[in-house]
């Protein structure tokens, strides 16, 4: 089964305070993007499609493994809506990942492109269980707290039926969700989790920089 990834780097990182946009600032000495790139290299995808903002090429030369761009959306959706227009038609397996996702555990994804490929699921996510306790409010008040069991964090990369999600996107088309996984479900596909990882958070602050950055110089994080 031919397997696609689409990698999603339509940010602008205004929070980091960067002069180029988040996924193109140099990280470990090489751009964020390409993490996510080398890594989708070593689990021997058929094809990589980067979105990029539109100028990118004033801050990126793309990695020699992209075989495709596409262009980013005004929003999340329209970025995923445009890496799946870009995709080849014989695509039958598609992962989508934000790019400020650097890494990411390849065994999971091992797990679920095989799942799919056996098709016993439509759609799958990286997640990981809630460590903390979870409270809910309404006007500043306490009103419940959830049962912290049931509840995961979700991550990408998520994992699709080619078919199935390009059209659940296009049925859906105008709602808005939060991620991939939430619009597959709402469209009534078979949704499941994966083990995610603690290290496989989204660098978003100036600490999650730092974090990243202190990572690699430790040495003892496998990048792919």
């Given at each position: ?7 999603l ?8 305070g ?22 989708f ?10 979105v ?20 980013a ?9 445009n ?55 309404e ?35 105008g709602?808005?969700?939060t991620d991939?996984?939430?619009?597959a ?6 949704c499941?989790l ?23 110089n ?7």
């Amino acid at each position: 089964m031919k397997t696609t990834a689409i990698i999603l780097g339509g940010g602008r990182g205004t929070r980091l305070g960067f002069t180029v946009p988040k996924q193109f600032a140099r990280l470990g000495g090489r751009p964020l993007f390409d993490y996510s790139v080398e890594k989708f290299s070593a689990l021997k995808v058929d094809q990589i499609v980067a979105v990029l903002v539109e100028d990118y090429k004033n801050y990126y030369q793309p990695h020699p493994a992209i075989a495709i761009t596409a262009p980013a959306g005004e929003s999340r959706q329209q970025s995923v809506l445009n890496g799946l227009a870009a995709c080849p038609n014989d695509t039958d397996l598609v992962v989508i990942h934000d790019s400020a996702r650097p890494f990411f555990p390849l065994r999971a994804l091992e797990e679920g492109l095989k799942l799919l490929g056996e098709n016993r699921y439509d759609g799958l996510a990286l997640a990981i269980p809630s460590t903390d306790t979870l409270v809910e409010i309404e006007a500043g008040r306490v009103v419940d707290f959830p049962d912290r069991s049931k509840i995961y964090r979700m991550q990408t990369p998520q994992l699709f039926r080619f078919q199935s999600i390009r059209e659940a996107y296009e049925r859906l088309r105008g709602r808005e969700f939060t991620d991939d996984l939430s619009l597959a479900w709402a469209a009534g596909l078979r949704c499941g989790l994966l083990e995610g990882s603690q290290l496989n958070f989204k660098i978003t602050t100036e600490t999650d920089w730092l974090l990243a950055e202190s990572l690699l110089n430790s040495g003892g994080l496998e990048l792919v």
